[in-house]
């Protein structure tokens, strides 16, 4: 590989969920306010939470909220390799932000090497245009098993000669041993590469963590970057992926305010879709997990799905299509979007198993369309109106193939010169393609209001997500010695 334009460093993790992600967006965050050209890189991501670029491809979604951190538009050159978990053992596999296939999980590793040379190039492209490129790694690097062939931690930090911090989640408690035994796993050579760790997501008084720095000194030869203490805010940023779906807890019930629940899909994707409804105090949302039945509500909505015949197979066996239908007729109103828009139908096809083993199966019944899932993927930015409203919608369309039938003459959006989305004959029953719509303010209120509540006026969503990127970015450098890291970007 060429000698690169631009100063770079690699955030490894001890594992997973460790805060790699949130720790990449806040120091684009910082250093961009320090007058840096910034930008994220991720060699390869594993999550169903995806968002378009503005070069028309799709990316994580974690690698989307880096590069608005950084103040650039997101492109697929930041995440080359995005593998889809899909409901057949095996995954989608999007290079460059587009499709190239599937994968078994048991193949995985045989296809690792073969697209080095093309994240290297992504990689090598974004370099060109930046003053630092942040890389995130995934999982953690002592994986010994998964050594071979890798692309997505040492692998690639020794193939683009980059140096690297290591991250550690205190939290989830034994920070000291996962230090230490990361770094006692790693080969000599990848031992090399470390300049320094972070002890992340802490709480109570860091001064009792001082003791611990002589023992991780002595075991590792590395000295520490900072003791990050827990940053809570991060709950109105959009999550990487369903990892955090495990964590979520519904605020107790509100006198007075609309209940939505959610079905929790096993391959729920683009779930950030609920996040400006969360963020709402006049909503209490419930994402239900399986093993319970959906309560009684004001609004069942259907999220998008990696895998839509096998998420409605597995929504049938919950018992949640009688829950949906009950609901239905007893005059409640259901949303879906995306892949929850299609199961409201009255078939799905996959005849080519695009999204897993080829198949039919009857949906849901509620809207009068058909879905074939055929064709290229639609990865298309779009803004336009709800009908019903009058209120703007802006977002992004991700799917397959195509939903028709009479349903679709009643249409919830205009998107430029297109219609998307049915509504049943009673304005109960709604769906549409196109993620992120509430956060259009004007949109959500509206929407609740027809629910029969009332959504703040003061909540603007995307200035809260872009108050809590200028918050974290505080919050690192109170707690991070970012100069050092400067200089360990720029090979010092």
């Known amino acids: 590989m060429s000698a690169r334009r631009a100063a770079a460093l690699m955030v490894q993790g001890t594992g997973s969920d460790v805060g790699k992600s949130l720790l990449v967006a806040g120091l684009g965050r910082a250093l961009t306010q320090r007058g840096f050209s910034v930008r994220p890189f991720k060699p390869q991501n594993m999550s169903n939470n995806a968002a378009v670029t503005a070069d028309g491809g799709e990316i994580g979604r974690a690698q989307a909220l880096q590069a608005r951190a950084c103040g650039v538009a997101p492109l697929a050159d930041m995440n080359p390799v995005l593998l889809k978990p899909q409901g057949d053992a095996s995954a989608q596999v999007v290079v460059e932000g587009r499709v190239l296939g599937k994968v078994a999980a048991r193949d995985d590793h045989t296809m690792k090497p073969q697209l080095l040379p093309r994240v290297l190039a992504s990689?090598?492209?974004?370099?060109?245009r930046s003053d630092?490129?942040?890389?995130?790694?995934?999982?953690?690097?002592?994986?010994?098993?998964?050594?071979?062939?890798?692309?997505?931690?040492?692998?690639?930090?020794?193939?683009?000669d980059l140096p690297v911090v290591l991250v550690g989640d205190i939290d989830r408690g034994g920070v000291i041993a996962a230090l230490a035994g990361t770094v006692a796993l790693l080969e000599p050579a990848e031992r090399a590469r470390l300049r320094g760790y972070i002890v992340n997501k802490?709480?109570?008084?860091?001064?009792?963590?001082?003791?611990?720095?002589?023992?991780?000194?002595?075991?590792t030869g590395l000295d520490c970057l900072g003791i990050v203490p827990f940053f809570a805010p991060a709950r109105a940023l959009p999550a990487e992926d369903s990892v955090a779906l495990e964590a979520w807890s519904p605020h107790p019930p509100r006198e007075g305010a609309l209940r939505i629940v959610v079905p929790r899909l096993p391959r729920i994707a683009n779930f950030d879709d609920l996040d400006p409804l969360a963020?709402?105090?006049?909503v209490t949302l419930d994402l239900v997990p399986p093993g319970r039945p959906l309560p009684l509500c004001d609004l069942i909505l259907l999220p998008g799905s990696?895998?839509?015949?096998?998420?409605?197979?597995?929504?049938?066996?919950?018992?949640?299509?009688?829950?949906?239908?009950?609901?239905?007729?007893?005059?409640?109103?259901?949303?879906?979007?995306c892949a929850g828009y299609q199961m409201l139908g009255q078939r799905i096809a996959d005849p080519a198993g695009a999204e897993g083993p080829p198949g039919a199966a009857e949906g849901l019944g509620l809207l009068e369309i058909e879905t074939v899932l055929t064709g290229e993927k639609l990865l298309v930015a779009a803004d336009g109106i709800e009908f019903a409203s009058g209120t703007p919608v802006r977002g992004y369309e991700m799917h397959l193939g195509r939903s028709d039938g009479p349903g679709t003459a009643r249409p919830m959006l205009r998107l430029g010169a297109r219609r998307d989305g049915a509504v049943s004959a009673d304005g109960r029953v709604a769906g549409c393609h196109l993620h992120g719509l509430f956060a259009s303010d004007a949109f959500r209120r509206a929407f609740l209001a027809r629910l029969g509540g009332t959504g703040d006026p003061s909540f603007d969503y995307e200035q809260r997500v872009e108050a809590t990127l200028d918050a974290l970015a505080q919050h690192l450098e109170a707690n991070l010695d970012i100069a050092r890291i400067v200089e360990i970007a720029h090979g010092r």
């Open 123 to 128: 990689f090598a492209r974004l370099a060109a």
């Open 132 to 160: 630092i490129v942040l890389v995130e790694g995934a999982g953690s690097p002592a994986e010994v098993n998964l050594r071979a062939g890798d692309i997505a931690n040492m692998g690639f930090a020794a193939a683009a």
């Open 202 to 219: 802490f709480r109570g008084d860091p001064q009792l963590f001082e003791s611990a720095l002589s023992v991780l000194r002595a075991r």
């Open 279 to 282: 963020g709402e105090p006049g």
């Open 306 to 337: 990696k895998a839509t015949l096998a998420d409605l197979a597995a929504l049938e066996a919950e018992g949640w299509d009688i829950d949906i239908k009950a609901h239905a007729r007893r005059g409640g109103h259901v949303l879906g979007i």
